[in-house]
């Protein structure tokens, strides 16, 4: 087997046990205040994240970590796992469904493979860098052409709440152009509701490595254009097809 289909089939476990872990939800909550008041990670991030850290230094222990709950650890073997143990923690804790377990692998020339999870849609999502894009094992592609007119468009909010007057301005602009707005909970689901054509297209600023690195492979994978930049001093992650993606990037205030 090669070296990358090795990590994709680890990654695939790993994710799967995660999976099952997260889904026996605890009878109480053991909560940590992150970056701010309303950041949360629960006892179940922190025991996600130890499954996984675990399951990947047992099959592969030269390999580096960057993990959302601070399991960062350099590696050797010039493969880094870039976690995110539970994305859509506010979901879990609510039980809404949605949320997943993100695990994107890079190596020197950028992601090589991503697993996302949702359990609670009974999804699996994968992609191995130039292999195309997968729902559970199906091969996907995202939705193109789509007119800004009729797009469905994904989005998120940050933690920090002044960065929520920037993102209501494109929502408030986009939303008069659009079919409508859907708000998830869950960075990475949202990129992979892209690659699958579930929604249209997806926009959100503030992103972190870990929420973007499977998802963003997989959208990528699956045809869409998945692009990060700077707005307003912030990071604007915007992932759609080709021509929506033309359309969206015009529709950005200034
Ligand atoms: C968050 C979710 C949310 C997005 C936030 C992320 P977390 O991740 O993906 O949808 O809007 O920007 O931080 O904190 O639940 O892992
Ligand atoms: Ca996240
Ligand atoms: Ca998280």
Redesign the pocket.
Known sequence: MSNENQILELALSIARQAGELLMNRPASWDLTVKSTAI?IATQMDHASEKLIVEAILSARPNDGIIG?EGADREGTSGFTWVI?P?????NYFYGLPGWNISIGVKDSQGVLVGVVHSPTFNSMWHAVRGGGAFLNNEKIECNNPVQLDKALIAT????EVKDRENQIEIIDQLILKIRDIRRM????T?LCCVASGMVDGYI?T???EW?LAAGSLIAREAGAVVTTQIWRGMELTIAAGPELFKQISRAIPE
């Open positions: 950041d959302e995110d539970i994305d859509g923690t506010v998120g909010f940050a933690y909970g869950a960075a990475a949202d959100e503030g992103l972190k929420d």
